[in-house]
């Protein structure tokens, strides 16, 4: 369904505009992923954009199925958003490519609320090693496919420190977040510390 692509493709440039700088990932027995970075002036702060591309090129499928529907079943991009000129945060490419290589490799879905951790940090020096998955629908709308084939949905990724990541596993995503917005938590800041969890 590599015709998926130039349509996701059109949808994050008329969302983010064009990409700046673009790379692409394969691993072994999956197809490429490319992460594609867009550059945005938000009211003066400099915002940097990271897209994964070819995550949705197939569906996700339900580890417990026997057979992989090769049409059917939820399609999804992720989406990253930081600070510019606070870190390294190029390297992220890897970690993204992986986390968007997780369904085809692992069988994962990546739905809201999941928490997808990348064994070490996001990018060099980060306080994060892990991403809590957002609701869809604010940067990027879905892309909506011809029957069939299920929307694609840009899922934001909101990086989570090893606290967080542990506090959100025991009271749920809905908690964390609620914690974030209550202490102006600013989850672009790609040095933030962990917000009070007492």
Same mark, same amino acid.
């Given at each position: 369904m590599a015709e998926v692509l130039p349509l996701v493709e059109a949808r994050l440039t008329t969302a983010l505009g064009e990409p700046d700088a673009r790379a692409a990932v394969t691993f072994l027995g999956t197809d490429r992923i490319e992460v594609l970075r867009f550059q945005e002036d938000l009211r003066g702060e400099h915002v940097l954009r990271y897209a994964t591309l070819g995550m949705s090129a197939h569906p996700m499928t339900d580890p417990t199925a026997t057979l992989a529907d090769p049409v059917q079943g939820p399609r999804a991009e992720l989406v990253l958003s930081v600070r510019a *000129? #606070?870190?390294?945060?190029?390297k992220v490419l890897r970690a993204l490519a992986v986390l968007a290589a997780s369904p085809q490799v692992e069988g994962l879905i990546v739905a809201p609320g999941a928490s997808l951790d990348v064994g070490g940090p996001l990018w060099p $020096?980060? @306080?994060?090693?892990? !991403? #809590? !998955? $957002?609701? @869809? *629908? *604010? #940067?990027v709308e879905d892309l909506v496919l011809d029957a069939p084939l299920d929307p694609v949905r840009f899922l934001p990724l909101l990086p989570m420190t090893p606290n967080e990541a542990a506090w959100k596993r025991v009271h749920g995503a809905q908690a964390l977040q609620e914690r974030w917005l209550a202490n102006g938590t600013d989850l672009r800041d790609p040095h933030r510390v962990s917000v009070p969890l007492d």
């Open positions: *000129g #606070l870190a390294d945060t190029d $020096g980060a @306080p994060f090693t892990s !991403v #809590l !998955v $957002g609701e @869809p *629908g *604010g #940067l």
